[in-house]
């Protein structure tokens, strides 16, 4: 043992007559990704004996593992750090008793314990043995956390929210070292409102605020956490799937009117909703006539069918009703029905009219017979002119030649 240590040593002794303590405060345990860098907190504090010795020539050297005098440095802040075990920087200032220190491109065979030692420009020389920090290496980043806040107050569990709640969804992750910073993105099937990005002591933290409604009803919200690193971007993920709670909506609805009228109702709501028939003011029962049926389209969707006989005939109302826990939705149909009497007056109209249409068009075709009559003869004589006008002409031809043979003998 040297004299600075048996110095050291005694004064360690007698700290409580004379001496500050020997102390430093460290991490226990650090994370780092592989291939980025790690960064120390460090403080130390020394005996005032040596105060003078801690200057801005100190030096800061960190062991692995072990510190013994068979021990070597892995890393020395005044030495060259081309042929160093791990290459960094320390960052604090030792004169102020500041060893905070980064240590860069760290790899897996750099996991293990680190201890500190300050050396002085005198006979300072202390390795603070009792205290280390663990650091470990992991090839990918931990998955960010996501948590949901309905009014400002964190919901467990994945409760449903209510249509109309302020929400905000949280989004945090360590601020792991790396150059350039990492960074959080949201995605999502829907459109994501802006973003708010802070940080808050080692975490990097961004928040989607938004008002919940039916549109976010079982979407998914992922947020992802990004280095950008020499050898390869490093990514996690972590997503939320929103439950919201909305009154009914009647979307889709239909009435087919016959012998037999069948009408729907599409209806969405969360909770699922129950759809109610009304009748001229009063609730219908499923019998036999009329008779009603429901088709499962979702969790929150069902079409509902409601088939009326014309023994019904004397109502024209018919008021579709979709109720759930935060509402109700209706949609009122008006339907003409047609008596027997009604239809055989309809019939009676419906041959008069093609009667009606039936003289008419025999009308017309009587007055274009009539018309094209008339014109052909004409036609026919003007033929029968031209065709005997050869005929004529021949004959004089013959007489003349009649009357050159007479001329001749």
């Known amino acids: 043992m040297n004299t600075a240590e048996k110095i050291i040593s005694v004064c360690f002794l007698l700290q409580g007559v004379c001496c500050r303590d020997f102390s430093i405060s460290l991490p226990e345990k650090i994370q780092a990704l592989s291939g980025s860098c790690v960064i120390i907190k ?19 050297v960190w062991y692995k593992d072990k510190h013994d005098k068979s021990s070597s440095p892995v890393f020395k802040s005044n030495a060259s750090t081309q042929n160093s075990f791990i290459k960094g920087n320390v960052t604090g200032q030792l004169k102020d008793k500041d060893c905070t220190t980064v240590f860069y491109d760290v790899r897996s065979n750099h996991i293990g314990q680190y201890f500190f030692k300050i050396e002085g420009e005198g006979v300072l020389r202390w390795t603070f043995a009792k205290n280390s920090v663990s650091v470990d290496v992991i090839e990918s980043p931990v998955n960010p956390r996501v ?5 400002e107050q964190e919901l467990q569990d994945q409760q449903e929210v209510l249509e109309g709640r302020s929400v905000s969804l949280r989004c945090s992750a360590e601020t792991l070292c790396s150059s350039p910073p990492a ?20 975490l990097i933290i961004s928040d989607l605020n938004f008002t919940a409604a039916q549109r976010h009803h079982r979407v998914t919200f992922t947020c992802s956490i990004s280095y950008q690193l ?30 037999i009228t069948v ?76 008596t027997q009497k ?27 017979v009539r ?22 002409q021949n004959s004089e031809y013959e007489t003349l030649n009649i009357k050159k043979r007479g001329d001749t003998k």
């Not at 460090?42 to 800061?60: H, P, Q, S, V, W």
């Not at 490093?234 to 009117?257: D, E, F, G, K, W």
């Open 42 to 60: 460090c403080r130390f504090d020394i005996n005032e004996t040596y105060d003078k010795d801690l200057t801005e020539r100190a030096a800061g």
């Open 147 to 151: 948590v949901l806040y309905v009014d």
């Open 183 to 202: 960074t959080l993105t949201w995605s999502s099937t829907v459109r994501i409102p802006l973003s708010e990005s802070s940080k808050l002591q080692e």
């Open 230 to 259: 020499q050898d390869n971007n490093r990514t996690a993920h972590s997503s939320i799937t929103l439950h919201v709670q909305y009154a009914p909506q009647i979307s889709n609805t239909s009435c087919n009117i016959g012998n």
């Open 263 to 338: 009408c729907f109702c599409e209806v969405d709501g969360n909770p699922s909703p129950v759809v109610e028939w009304h009748l001229s003011g009063r609730l219908v029962s499923n019998s036999s006539n009329p008779f009603i049926s429901e088709e499962r389209l979702s969790n929150t969707s069902l079409r509902s069918f409601i088939s009326l006989h014309q023994s019904l005939s004397h109502t024209n109302t018919l008021l579709c009703v979709s109720k759930n826990t935060r509402g109700n939705a209706t949609q009122l149909f008006h339907l003409v029905f047609v």
């Open 342 to 368: 009604e239809s055989t007056t309809l019939l009676f109209i419906l041959i008069g009219a093609a009667a009606g249409a039936l003289v008419v068009v025999c009308a017309v075709t009587y007055t274009c």
């Open 371 to 392: 018309l094209s009559t008339k014109l052909k003869p004409q036609t026919e004589t003007v033929d029968t002119y031209a065709s005997l006008q050869p005929s004529a």
